[in-house]
């Protein structure tokens, strides 16, 4: 079991570009949560999604931030025209069940330029 | 003020000491903590979970929760360097059904000396 994927792990970016962050679950999971981690500050929640379901959006910003959890693939984090404020670790973490047994990725580090 | 502080270190300690690591926090509503390890370029998994007031042994890890002075606290005994990460608290409010909507410490990174 290779655990919750994430890629890219690093990923740089200038300032108004878009960053496409990608998160595969453990096999068997459906439940797919994103964070994003200051320096300094905790995690802070941005969006749990189900397959082809957002169930919970209300942590991500409202301009810019779109996630997406497609029948097949991936779950997808967009961020559009980047701001310098956006650069931070992003994890991804997975569960079998809502709410239960969060396994967290090794996280994508933003930079943007 | 942060719904939970957490001192971010780091705490340096010799290998075998006991450890403690402390949150305090302001919502009196919270009843669930949790606490998670986290090794650098990792993502945080999770150590021990607790509910409402008391203490849980796990192995070399104990998790305490004061409720009525809003404090938790993790202490691991017989350090090892192994132990060497940054550790976070979290907390929440509700029930497992929106568990995911934790409010997080920033963390103490924790270095334990051979």
């Known amino acids: 079991n290779a655990g919750v994927m994430q890629n890219p792990r690093h990923l740089v970016r200038r300032r108004g570009q878009e960053a496409r962050l990608r998160c595969s679950p453990m096999k068997g999971h459906s439940h797919v949560y994103w964070y994003r981690q200051l320096p300094e500050e905790g995690l802070k929640f941005m969006v749990y999604?189900?397959?082809?379901?957002?169930?919970?959006e209300s942590g991500m910003p409202k301009e810019r931030f779109s996630a997406e959890f497609p029948k097949e693939g991936p779950s997808i984090l967009r961020i559009q025209q980047v701001v310098r404020g956006d650069s931070a670790a992003y994890f991804c973490a997975s569960s079998p069940e809502a709410n239960y047994g969060y396994t967290f990725g090794s996280g994508t580090r933003l930079t943007v330029v | 003020q942060k719904e939970v502080e957490q001192d971010p270190g780091p705490l340096s300690v010799p290998e075998g000491a006991i450890v403690s690591l402390n949150c305090t926090y302001s919502?009196?509503?919270?009843?669930?903590f949790m606490w998670y390890r986290q090794y650098s370029r990792k993502g945080p998994e999770l150590l021990m979970y607790?509910?409402s007031s008391g203490n849980k042994e796990d192995g070399r890890f104990t998790a305490q929760v004061d409720k009525s002075s809003k404090y938790i606290s993790l202490f691991i005994r017989d350090s090892q360097p192994s132990d060497s990460a940054t550790y976070l608290c979290a907390m929440s409010t509700k029930g497992t059904d929106s568990n995911y909507q934790l409010i997080w410490g920033a963390g103490t990174k924790l270095i334990i000396k051979p």
């Open positions: 919502n009196s509503a919270f009843q669930y």
């Open positions: 999604l189900q397959k082809e379901n957002i169930i919970d």
């Open positions: 607790t509910y």
